[in-house]
Every structure is written in structure tokens, then in C-alpha cells.
């Protein structure tokens, strides 16, 4: 349902007096959390002090959900760059491409 999905959700929730917590991590997901009052908890999944989170390296601009990104208040930051405020490594991504599917060419 995306980023306007997850905003419906939390504005039902949020008028039946419900907190509503985001599963998983990313840059749209602190973009949801940080327009969402009535949630508490940002999930950086798959981590721990031996271990790293799974995701590849594909953001160019210091984005990351490594538990280094954890501030000493135990918040993260909101990117605050145009869309959602991460810049993309797509010469990494093209490199580690493994299949491309185009929908919406042709008839």
C-alpha cells in the first residue's frame, strides 16, 4: 500500500485512539514515521553488536540503518533531501542488478 497506504492506516488508528508501529526500516519508512503522531518506535531490523544489517550498501549520502546511525538520544535522523532524501549509488545497483522488468511499455 506505500507511503500513503501506511498514512490512511495510521490516521484510522490514530482516531479509534490506537498507536500504529512501522515493520522493517528505510528512508520512506522514517518519512511515514516522522508525519505519524501516534507511533514510538523505529524498528532497525536484523542488527545487533556482532551484526550488521543485511541491507547493500545502495545510498550515496551517509544514509544508513546500521545501529552507528542510532544517536545518543536513541533516535535516528529524517533525510531531508528532495523525495525521500537519500541519493541513490546506481552504478552500484546497475552492477548488481539481477534481472530488469519494465512495466507500462507498449501494447
Not at 516522522?34 to 518506535?41: G, I, K, L, M, S
Not at 543485511?54 to 528532495?82: H, I, K, R
Request: with cysteine; charged share 15%; net charge neutral.
Amino acid at each position: 500500500m506505500g507511503i500513503t497506504g501506511a498514512l490512511k492506516i495510521a490516521s484510522f488508528c490514530q482516531a479509534l485512539g490506537l498507536d500504529i508501529q512501522y515493520h522493517a526500516c528505510g528512508p520512506a519508512h522514517r518519512a511515514v514515521m516522522a508525519a505519524t503522531p501516534n507511533t514510538h518506535f523505529y524498528e532497525m531490523a536484523l542488527i545487533g553488536p556482532a551484526m550488521r544489517n543485511t541491507v547493500p550498501p545502495v545510498y550515496m549520502c551517509g544514509y544508513s540503518d546500521q545501529a552507528d546511525a542510532l544517536g545518543t538520544d536513541g533516535c535516528v535522523a529524517v533525510p531531508d533531501g528532495p523525495g525521500l532524501g537519500v541519493s541513490y549509488d546506481w552504478d552500484f545497483i546497475e552492477r548488481n542488478r539481477v534481472k530488469r522488468i519494465v512495466f507500462g511499455r507498449g501494447a
